[in-house]
């Protein structure tokens, strides 16, 4: 293969191996940068393709080990639950901690060209509970979980990719399984892969309720045992009337921990909706959502300024 051809052929897989390194690695900038070293990679060794497997297997390969490397005497990649106990609404807000905070993804980059039922295990597969969960996995048990059960390889094409035996790879797999039901939440199975019109209608009302600083709307499409919280902030509330406490603080003008006015703009992150918020014009947090029985469970406020670009939003909101 000529080299223009090589790198043509080789892009057209640059999404879909965005988003596996993404899954291994829990970090959206962290997959950005193996991508791009998957590629490169990829190009120095283009000789070495000898056709023996599909370019699109070669590249998982490569991206793959990639990843495994990179992943070595980490540590997983955590939201602030995983870190502290809840927090009380009245304490002091705490400084930004620096630990591998889990991140999100823009739906805006995913692969375009999948079949449906793909989507729906790429949906599931990306919400934050489901990497969160396979953080507790070795990096190679997380690889052939990923692979097999997410991707769909037959366990000898995992073999093969991983230079492992058919036989080690299955007892990896039963090992990640194993470890992931004792993670995930309880009612996974229930999930629905994509967002209904109901859901998408809860973060529409979630939307308006903090532009209008409505203390009342909010209360009402929070599930009483609501998780809120803000990486990188090591801090999280438990509870609904522990974040509509938080809410009131950060809303109320008279107060200390006044934050600002909200503008809210609609987005997508990890195969569901999501909300971007400004404050005073300039970003603040994208938020994403859990939601069961039309209420919302869990919130999960991103304080990063510097994903915004990542999922196509400016960095000024005019009022």
């Not at 899954?23 to 791009?36: K, N, P």
């Not at 007892?171 to 859901?199: G, I, M, V």
């Not at 203390?215 to 090591?234: G, K, W």
Request: overall charge negative; glycine content about 6%; proline content about 9%.
């Amino acid at each position: 293969m000529e080299t223009g051809q090589f790198e043509t052929a080789a892009e057209r897989h640059r999404a879909e191996l965005r988003v596996h390194c993404y899954r291994m690695l829990g970090s959206f900038d962290e997959a950005e940068d193996l991508v791009q070293e998957t590629l490169l990679r990829a190009w120095k060794h283009r000789d070495g393709f000898e056709g023996r497997s599909t370019l699109r297997a070669w590249l998982y390969k490569i991206a793959t080990n990639a990843c495994l490397d990179a992943l070595e005497g980490r540590d997983r990649r955590l939201l602030p639950y995983h870190r502290t106990p809840p927090s009380s609404p009245t304490a002091d807000f705490p400084p930004t901690a620096d630990v591998p905070w889990l991140q999100p993804f823009p739906d805006r980059l995913l692969p375009a060209d999948e079949e449906p039922e793909a989507v729906a295990v790429r949906n599931e597969t990306l919400q934050l509970a489901f990497l969160a969960a396979i953080q507790h996995l070795p990096p190679r048990q997380r690889a052939v979980l990923i692979l097999r059960d997410v991707l769909g390889w037959p366990a000898k094409d995992t073999a093969t990719l991983l230079d492992g035996t058919v036989a080690a790879t299955n007892s990896a797999l039963q090992r990640a399984r194993a470890t992931l039901r004792e993670h995930l939440p309880e009612r996974r199975l229930d999930w629905a892969p994509t967002a209904s019109p109901e859901e998408l209608a809860v973060v529409r009302r979630y939307m308006d309720a903090v532009e209008g600083s409505d203390l009342s709307a909010v209360a009402a499409l929070l599930a009483e045992d609501v998780r809120a919280t803000m990486p990188p902030f090591p801090l999280w509330f438990a509870g609904r009337e522990s974040v509509l406490d938080a809410l009131r603080l950060s809303w109320n003008p008279d107060l200390p921990g006044y934050v600002g006015r909200f503008r809210v703009v609609p987005t997508r992150a990890n195969g569901g909706p999501a909300a971007a918020s400004y404050t005073d014009g300039k970003p603040f947090a994208i938020g994403l959502f859990r939601i069961e029985d039309g209420l919302i469970v869990e919130l999960t406020a991103f304080h990063d300024p510097g994903l915004f670009p990542a999922f196509g939003l400016p960095m000024s909101f005019p009022d």
